[in-house]
């Protein structure tokens, strides 16, 4: 197949993706005002004094609250359609190797999604609002970020370290990416600058175990095998 015909298949599966993530952000946006009020008796936030810090915080909130929910909804649908676009180039050995690679990554980010928006942050933020001796006072914004931040860090940081020694062994010999370190860092920054509230603790609360994930991922690495696509 040639390159503009991959480039045409390409933008076919993105736009399978993008014209249900902006349905799908749409309506979560229409219903966000129930969604964030339901959240907030979910997580146990009754005690939490919520507030808006600026004039455009809550549009802000419900704009992120939806954007999330289309993200959420379409990642397994993504993560198919990468698969399904990659595995004409995949050589016919690995296969069933990689077949089984992309299986893994989906469950993975599933039970690190459900993980994190059910157990893990609400466990947090429930922990902090009785650690407190004063009456919080929270921005709505703020507390959608941090459930963000910790959904993410349960999806990324179990699929790095996971998969990155996966990917190796089917021979692309990710080792080599100890040369790349500075950059792979800087990426991570950025990320996680998007990701997280306007502050700097919880970019760094982020950054430290997503990039933390990667150098553990990295020790796991052998260098790819002998089957692999290394030696094609």
């Not at 503009?4 to 076919?12: A, M, S």
Request: glycine share 6%; aromatic share 14%; net charge positive.
């Amino acid at each position: 197949m040639r390159f503009d015909e991959h480039l045409n298949e390409f933008k076919q599966s993105m736009l399978i993706v993008i014209v249900p993530f902006l349905v799908i952000t749409g309506f979560a946006f229409i219903v966000s005002k129930f969604l964030i009020r339901w959240m907030v008796a979910f997580y146990g936030l009754d005690a939490v004094q919520i507030v808006t810090l600026t004039p455009w915080e809550s549009i802000q909130t419900e704009i992120r609250v939806a954007v999330s929910i289309g993200t959420v909804f379409v990642l397994p649908l993504l993560i198919f359609m990468l698969y399904r676009f990659s595995y004409t180039a995949i050589p016919e050995k690995i296969k069933k190797q990689a077949k089984i690679f992309f299986i893994f990554a989906l469950l993975l980010t599933i039970i690190g999604l459900i993980l994190g928006l059910t157990v893990f942050a609400r466990i947090i933020l429930n922990t902090m609002v009785h650690y407190n001796i004063y009456t919080p006072m929270w921005s709505i914004y703020s507390i959608v970020g941090f459930i963000i931040t910790i959904t993410t860090a349960m999806i990324l940081i179990p699929q790095t370290i996971i998969i990155m020694p996966l990917i190796d062994k089917l021979g692309f010999n990710l080792i080599n990416l100890k040369k790349y370190r500075a950059f792979i860092f800087v990426g991570v920054l950025i990320i996680t600058g998007f990701l997280t509230p306007p502050d700097l603790l919880s970019q760094i609360l982020l950054t430290i175990p997503l990039y933390g994930s990667f150098e553990i991922g990295l020790l796991l690495c052998k260098g790819g095998t002998e089957n692999g696509i290394r030696d094609n």
